[in-house]
């Protein structure tokens, strides 16, 4: 047995594996995919950019608009924390528990 062999069977059973996991990278980042789900967001530095702060909550500022993955968002409303799993189709959660809609 040529002791390549091994490496390159390795390699084979590798391959499929390795192009499943890169094909969900791709679905999951895709910004199409993320506006229809909503998005949650747990750290600010997470977004492209914000707008000038218009009030404070919770001892976070409440920007006007902020940017994730070039889809703007709009300040809408507080919500509770707990329900940051609801977010719905077209929302931005962001902690703690500032909600922002798209147009």
């Excluded at 069977?9 to 996991?21: I, M, N, T």
């Excluded at 791709?26 to 600010?44: S, Y």
């Excluded at 909550?57 to 809408?76: A, L, N, Q």
Aim: proline share 8%; aromatic share 10%.
């Amino acid at each position: 047995m040529d002791p390549l062999s091994p490496i390159a069977f390795g390699a084979l059973l590798a391959l499929p594996f390795h192009l499943v996991v890169h094909r969900y990278i791709a679905v999951h980042t895709d910004p199409a995919l993320l506006r229809e789900r909503g998005i949650v967001i747990l750290q600010d530095r997470a977004l492209d950019e914000r707008s000038a702060p218009i009030g404070e909550y919770m001892g976070h500022e409440i920007w006007g608009s902020v940017t994730f993955k070039g889809m703007v968002y709009r300040f809408d409303r507080v919500v509770s924390p707990r329900n940051r799993n609801l977010t719905g189709p077209r929302e931005l959660y962001l902690e703690p528990g500032l909600l922002y809609r798209t147009a």
